[in-house]
């Protein structure tokens, strides 16, 4: 790259070197205040590999669930649920958070975040009208959607990673 206006370069370079004493300070009070907290984790029944979720302490009053991906499900004959309908298993997904935050006291309106892996993206205003049913609509959560090639099984349209924050005077005892 050539720079042919050196004052450009000069604000440039001063720039980033602001931002970046910005940040290092703010590291740094940050750093100090770290040791002062005490993170407590706690584990979700789990898998080979993963956890179906984890709890975060984050004050006195609240807690954060990160749930591990969630997707359709085998039924009793080895088959995914909705095999070739995006609706039927955005439905099982979302009644399989639901039952998931339900064990700690949360609800689906707790829901803060949603990551949603498609296999066909074109199926994503199907994917909503289901979400839609369940997610806060008034208070969505944040939300991003990508395409991917597959998922763990080639029927699985849909992988949905949800966080929600909880508080603590809800959380199952």
């Known amino acids: 790259?050539?720079?042919?206006?050196?004052?450009?370069?000069?604000?440039?370079?001063f720039a980033v070197?602001?931002?970046?004493?910005?940040?290092?300070?703010?590291?740094?009070?940050?750093?100090?205040?770290?040791?002062?907290v005490n993170i407590n984790l706690t584990y979700g029944p789990s898998a080979p590999?993963?956890?179906?979720?984890?709890?975060?302490?984050?004050?006195?009053?609240?807690?954060?669930?990160?749930?591990?991906?969630?997707?359709?499900?085998?039924?009793?004959?080895?088959?995914?649920?909705?095999?070739?309908?995006?609706?039927?298993?955005?439905?099982?997904?979302?009644?399989?958070?639901?039952?998931?935050?339900?064990?700690?006291?949360?609800?689906?309106?707790?829901?803060?975040k949603i990551k949603v892996y498609m296999t066909d993206i074109n199926e994503l205003n199907k994917f909503e009208e289901i979400r839609d049913k369940y997610v806060n609509t008034q208070n969505p959560p944040t939300s991003t959607a990508v395409q991917v090639v597959k998922l763990w099984h080639p029927d699985v349209k849909l992988e949905v990673q949800a966080e929600a924050v909880v508080k603590k005077s809800r959380l199952a005892k």
Do not use: P, W
């Open 1 to 13: 790259m050539k720079f042919t206006n050196n004052s450009l370069l000069i604000k440039i370079f």
């Open 49 to 112: 590999g993963y956890a179906e979720y984890v709890k975060y302490d984050l004050s006195h009053n609240y807690m954060k669930i990160d749930l591990s991906g969630t997707t359709s499900y085998l039924d009793g004959a080895g088959k995914i649920i909705g095999k070739d309908d995006i609706s039927v298993q955005a439905k099982t997904v979302f009644e399989n958070i639901k039952s998931t935050l339900a064990k700690e006291g949360g609800t689906l309106n707790d829901v803060i």
């Open 17 to 36: 070197f602001s931002i970046s004493l910005s940040l290092l300070s703010m590291g740094c009070s940050t750093m100090a205040r770290k040791h002062d």
